[in-house]
């Protein structure tokens, strides 16, 4: 079972909040009033919820367990007896997954296809116990608002108000199955937050929007208190949406360092965020002995591919442990690009003082530039011209690396690559400039620094 964890922005050292503009009453923000749900232990449930879904302890921190409803650890016994127990050993929240058409994720390491379908698992077994808080992580628009809506008003009502809706976008293939195009997902989302807030607190709803569209629809019994709704997903996007239309961010299971870029953009948005929860689902704890196992066989594996040692290692996500760069240093590899942190290279404080980092990027990288974020090709194009000139300039004095992250699946499209050329065109024009790779950076700044 891996862990989720909700904090609250501003609680810890690294979240400071910074008070600057407010813009979540600015026009066209489908955000509403929210207020701090006071601190305070949690308090037991008997027939109804005494509390919020979302009120914090004095930590400031809660714990929840993603339900193992998926994959080879599904079972009946596991589910009923499980969630017993993590009510026993003192957790705060359960949490299921939502998909139509489901498949294993890439760091699971198994093909089981097994996967129960989350509001009548978390309905069976919210049942059971009388204090867990129950959430979806997430819930994805392959449902019409108004069954979802009573979804979660069913839930709430069986569990005493012990409930927490998390939506997200959802992928492609399974939001085409529900009939959804997958370029207008997040306007679905949206709207389906939107309406089942309406139906949630009144009756006779009509809305009329570019995805759904409903008729003095009426739901009951109504909620004895506005269910929490948080946002799901690692993009700026999906921060910008958990800012602007939720009460808080499911950021899901990224690097601390890219969680620090959302809190820092979502308070660009908002000023301060301290009414905003967060959550993270960090990594099941991979022991060192493993790890080790698993880099062993992946390096074996490339070498026998590319005919000689690879240098450089770039983590699945950039999900590394603290051990990675140690262990990587002990099989040989040269450099890590997992740390998006300098336009230079550097050295990690290993034992032998011999990996490097080479630069890369999560801004100029084709995948969340298009996929998350949803920048146009033209735009893409723009902002390597842009990043490049400001570098150029900077290195006049000093040498800068510039990476440029691509896969051809995303940007090898014609109308995509159109404008990635007309950037490369733009850069060859100028004097000095040194189109490279990770194993060249490496090289020359262990010949000219180490």
């Known amino acids: 079972m891996a862990t989720q964890g909700i904090l609250r922005p501003g609680t810890g050292k690294r979240n400071a909040i910074h008070q600057t503009r407010n813009l979540a009453d600015r026009p066209g923000s489908a955000r509403r009033g929210k207020a701090d749900p006071p601190s305070g232990a949690s308090a037991g449930v008997s027939g109804q919820m005494d509390r919020h879904p979302l009120r914090r302890p004095r930590t400031g921190m809660t714990f929840g ?51 129960l379908e989350p509001f009548t698992t978390l309905i069976g077994l919210g049942t059971l116990v009388e204090r867990l808080v129950i959430g979806t992580g997430v819930m994805i628009p392959v449902r019409h608002p108004i069954r979802v809506a009573q979804q979660y ?24 199955a529900a009939g959804i195009d997958p370029d207008r997902k997040h306007q679905a989302v949206l709207e389906m937050i939107e309406i089942v807030r309406r139906l949630w607190a009144g009756n006779g709803v009509t809305f009329e929007g570019e995805i759904f569209r409903i008729h003095h629809a009426s739901l009951e019994p109504k909620l004895q208190h506005p269910l929490p709704i948080l946002y799901g997903g690692p993009s700026r996007r999906a921060a910008r949406i ?23 953009y979502m308070r660009e948005l908002l000023g301060s965020i301290d009414h ?23 390096l074996t594996s490339m070498e026998e591919t590319i005919g000689r040692p690879t240098k450089g290692w770039l983590s699945p996500f950039l ?45 100029l990288n084709d995948i969340p530039a298009f996929g998350n974020v949803g920048v146009s090709s033209e735009a893409f194009g723009d902002m390597i ?14 040498a800068r690396c510039m990476p440029i992250c691509l896969h051809t699946f995303w940007v090898g499209q014609p109308n995509k690559f159109k404008h990635l050329a007309r950037a490369f065109r733009y850069m060859a024009r100028h004097e000095g400039v040194w189109f490279t790779t990770g194993d060249d950076v490496n090289d020359w700044y262990r010949a000219n620094f180490m």
């Not at 958990?242 to 820092?264: E, F, I, K, N, Y």
């Open 276 to 298: 905003l929860f967060l959550s993270v689902t960090p990594r099941t704890i991979l022991d060192e002995d493993r790890e080790r196992e698993i880099l062993s066989a992946v």
């Open 385 to 398: 011209i842009d990043q490049f000139d400001v570098l150029y300039e900077e290195g006049a004095t000093n």
């Open 319 to 363: 999900t590394h442990t603290d051990n990675t760069p140690r262990l990587l240093e002990e099989f040989g590899v040269e450099y890590l690009c997992d740390y998006t942190a300098d336009d230079h290279p550097f050295r990690f404080n290993t034992p032998k003082n011999n990996l490097i980092a080479v630069p890369y990027t999560v801004e």
């Open 242 to 264: 958990a800012a602007c239309h939720a009460d808080g961010w499911l950021a899901g299971t990224v690097p601390l360092t890219t969680v620090d870029a959302r809190l820092s």
């Open 153 to 176: 008003m069913t839930l709430s009502y069986l569990t005493g108000g012990r409930v927490i809706a998390g939506f997200g976008a959802g992928h492609g293939g399974e939001l085409r």
């Open 65 to 115: 367990v993603l339900l193992p409803h998926f994959g080879p650890h599904a079972s009946r016994t596991r589910l009923i007896e499980g969630i017993k127990l993590i009510e026993d050993l003192g957790f705060d929240a359960v949490w299921a997954r939502d998909h139509l058409l489901w498949h294993p994720h890439s760091h699971e390491e198994h093909t089981d296809m097994t996967f």
